[in-house]
């Protein structure tokens, strides 16, 4: 698990039957997306306002295997890596109290803003890629050795 952001659900979060609304997971797992870039360096203020490349989503689930309530300390697992020259796709664990209660996927593709065409993801999301996937595969080392 390459990235966690820990974030407590807010009554803003929740539906009606005081359950996170669906949507909702979504954002939280972007909030996360945001966070990893932030604290691996990437400066977010250029990232998200460069008007020569954007990432947009592609595709975007959830699957939910128990409810989160307003006040559940959450952790979100986030693991991305690379699918393609130009793609990239983050794959989420929401956990509570360690149950992971629900698992997200968003795909990105990285394109020239102005014409709308791919283009080849650039250097600091490649970095940024490389750095959580060696991050995860410590992880996993560390989890393989405490299961001998």
């Not at 952001?5 to 803003?12: C, E, H, L, W």
């Not at 997971?25 to 945001?34: D, G, K, M, P, R």
Request: hydrophobic share 45%; aromatic share 10%.
């Amino acid at each position: 698990m390459a990235f966690n952001y820990n974030r407590t659900v807010r009554f803003q979060d929740t539906d009606a039957a005081g359950v996170v609304y669906f949507a909702n997971v979504l954002a939280i797992c972007h909030e996360a997306y945001e966070e990893s870039l932030g604290a691996s360096g990437v400066n977010l203020k250029e990232f998200f306002s460069n008007p020569s490349v954007a990432f947009p989503i592609v595709h975007a689930s959830v699957d939910f295997f128990r409810p989160m309530f307003c006040g559940d300390k959450l952790i979100v697992r986030l693991m991305p890596q690379k699918v393609g020259v130009e793609k990239f796709e983050i794959n989420y664990e929401i956990v509570v109290a360690d149950m992971v209660v629900a698992k997200a996927i968003t795909r990105h593709v990285c394109i020239d803003a102005n014409s709308r065409h791919k283009r080849d993801l650039p250097e600091q999301i490649l970095e940024w890629l490389e750095a959580n996937r060696k991050d995860a595969e410590n992880m996993e080392r560390r989890k393989s050795r405490e299961v001998i």
